[in-house]
């Protein structure tokens, strides 16, 4: 699982705005993952921070983000 976190921290430390919104396209998210994966992905907040925004704890957060990061890893 770490060899997925590391590789699309990789390609999000090189992507521009093109690349993410072509991985966006491509990709199916909820409108709870898609919340998260802005907050996370692109305004770079924390899992806490996450959490208490949307009012979940901290565990669906991680949780949400492990099943972003596979559909992600699908495309990349």
Do not use: G, P, T
Not at 3 to 16: G, L, T
Request: charge should be positive; hydrophobic fraction near 45%; glycine fraction near 0%.
């Amino acid at each position: 699982m770490y060899a997925v976190v590391r590789k699309v921290n990789e390609w999000f430390r090189s992507a521009n705005k093109n690349d993410v919104d072509n991985l966006l396209d491509k990709i199916i998210l909820s409108n709870r993952q898609r919340e998260i994966f802005e907050m996370y992905y692109i305004n770079k907040h924390n899992v806490n921070f996450i959490a208490d925004s949307i009012n979940v704890c901290d565990m669906v957060v991680n949780i949400e983000l492990k099943r972003i990061r596979e559909k992600i890893i699908c495309i990349l």
